[in-house]
């Protein structure tokens, strides 16, 4: 359903003697929207919401979130649901076309997927490039940007087989080339795809395989990533997947799009999170510590603040932690891991910020980052590849969003304007009369 045609209420602005009327469109759930693409039109004005927290960028199908109630749907599926009885594969499909694939349809996907998961040859050349100790984040953001010089044949936003080929390639190549950016800053041999493998098994085994022996992915280690994947596939218009958004409405190439989100969630307050949430906690060190970083979060003149808490949107848990939560430590049983330190460190900074009046007041609970660093060292990744493996599971939703803009008919380049508070109109002064 089209929210222009939904049931149209009108809704007015009101400024001083003058009032202006706009139509008022209505979600199958969620807030309702004033449209107000008129306004500048006939006041003359603009609205001003610099963080966008009252602003609406887009209509979507494609995921909904609660954050009074901690709910977190992907066309309309709960997330508990998606990642107890499915697997990343099948979410992926759900987000590109909307409905849960049949067992052909499933079985279809899958093919094609694993049959893209090498990369071009020169690839390998191309990281050669790079220094060994580059942030890995800073490589796949690089290396998302350089598939457009690759592949050529589905750059053409305008030609959906083109489009689909472009989405595909990226959901089975980003794997690929972040595992390629760890074996580069481990300085071990890459290790190409195997298509006997499920997509997480595959991604582990280019990670940590090595030429001398055989390996074998853990199944328990093998679902917990496909089940971080699945948390991490999309969520609405975050910070990264509205850049996607911006820099697909100019007509740029997709590959260009999903880097420019990659390049996104790096940011610590967005993706980065997980690994500086893991760095936080390696930080306080010992259970003793804690008040004093609690402290500094809660200090208004400290910009301090605890990495893995809080949200823009979850005003409640954020449904994924908890996921995330279990997830941590099943691995951490399977691995035999009893006594980590900073496991100690979180479970407890989790109980005391969760009854402090600040937190409480301010609604701030763990997120999604909170306990996925702890997972990812667990499962032997470094923390500066916590991001790289948030950019391969959100790959799918950068380009489930890119894929809707494109085909909204009604899609038009985004151009935000400005409050201007800068210097009024003055004449230049030749350099001799400057003082
Ligand atoms: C992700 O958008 C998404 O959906 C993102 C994401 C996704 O899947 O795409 O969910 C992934 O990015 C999760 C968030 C990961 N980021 C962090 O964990 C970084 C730490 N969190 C904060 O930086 C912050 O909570 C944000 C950025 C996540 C949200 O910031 P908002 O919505 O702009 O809220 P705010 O910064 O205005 O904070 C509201 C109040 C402030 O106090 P006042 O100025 O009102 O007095 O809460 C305080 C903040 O000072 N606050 C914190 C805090 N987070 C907010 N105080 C201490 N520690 C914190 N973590």
């Known amino acids: 359903m089209d929210a222009k045609t939904a049931a149209k209420t009108n809704g007015s602005i009101t400024v001083g003697n003058k009032n202006w009327d706009f139509p008022v469109y209505k979600g199958t759930i969620g807030p309702d929207v004033l449209d107000i693409a008129k306004l500048y039109g006939e006041s003359g004005m603009f609205t001003y919401d610099p963080g966008f927290t009252s602003t609406a960028s887009c209509e979507s199908k494609i995921t909904y979130i609660d954050g009074d109630e901690g709910i977190l749907l992907y066309r309309g599926y709960p ?57 890995p984040m800073a490589v796949m953001t690089g290396s998302i940007g350089a598939l457009s010089a690759f592949y050529h044949d589905s750059t053409d936003i305008a030609d959906p087989t083109q489009r689909m080929i472009a989405s595909l390639r990226m959901i089975a190549k980003v794997p690929t080339l972040a595992a390629m950016a760890y074996k580069y800053s481990v300085g071990q041999p890459f290790v190409y795809p195997k298509n006997d493998l499920d997509y997480a098994s595959n991604f582990l085994r280019m990670c940590y395989a090595v030429p001398t022996e055989e390996y074998k992915p853990n199944p328990v280690l093998a679902r917990a990533m496909d089940r971080i994947f699945i948390l991490h596939a999309d969520h609405e218009q975050n910070a990264s997947t509205s850049t996607v958004r911006l820099a697909g409405s100019s007509g740029a190439n997709p590959f260009a799009c999903i880097a420019a989100g990659c390049a996104c969630l790096w940011g610590p307050a967005h993706g980065g999170a997980n690994e500086a949430a893991l760095n936080m906690l390696a930080e306080i060190g010992t259970v003793d510590r804690i008040p004093e970083f609690v402290r500094r979060a809660k ?7 605890l990495m893995g808490f809080g949200h823009r949107v979850y005003k409640n848990y954020d449904p994924r932690a908890k996921i995330m939560q279990k997830t941590c430590h099943e691995v951490l049983a399977e691995l035999g891991i009893k006594d980590d330190p900073l496991l100690d460190v979180a479970m407890e900074l989790e109980k005391i910020a969760l009854h402090d009046e600040y937190f409480i007041e301010k609604k701030l609970y763990p997120n999604i980052d909170f306990y996925s660093g702890i997972t990812l060292k667990a499962m032997g990744f470094p923390t500066t590849m916590f991001t790289v493996l948030f950019a391969v599971a959100r790959t799918v939703g950068w380009i489930a969003q890119w894929k809707e803009m494109i085909e909204d008919p009604k899609q038009k380049i985004g151009r935000p304007r400005q409050l201007y508070t800068g210097a009024v109109q003055r004449d230049y002064t030749p350099i001799s009369r400057r003082k």
């Open 79 to 135: 997330i508990e649901q998606l990642a107890e009885h499915g697997d990343f594969l099948e979410t992926c499909y759900l987000l590109l076309y909307g409905e849960l694939p049949t067992p052909s349809q499933k079985a279809d996907f899958d093919y094609r997927v694993t049959r893209h998961t090498m990369v071009h040859e020169q690839m390998s050349r191309f990281f050669q490039g790079f220094r060994r100790d580059a942030h």
């Open 299 to 305: 200090d208004k003149n400290d910009s301090y603040r």
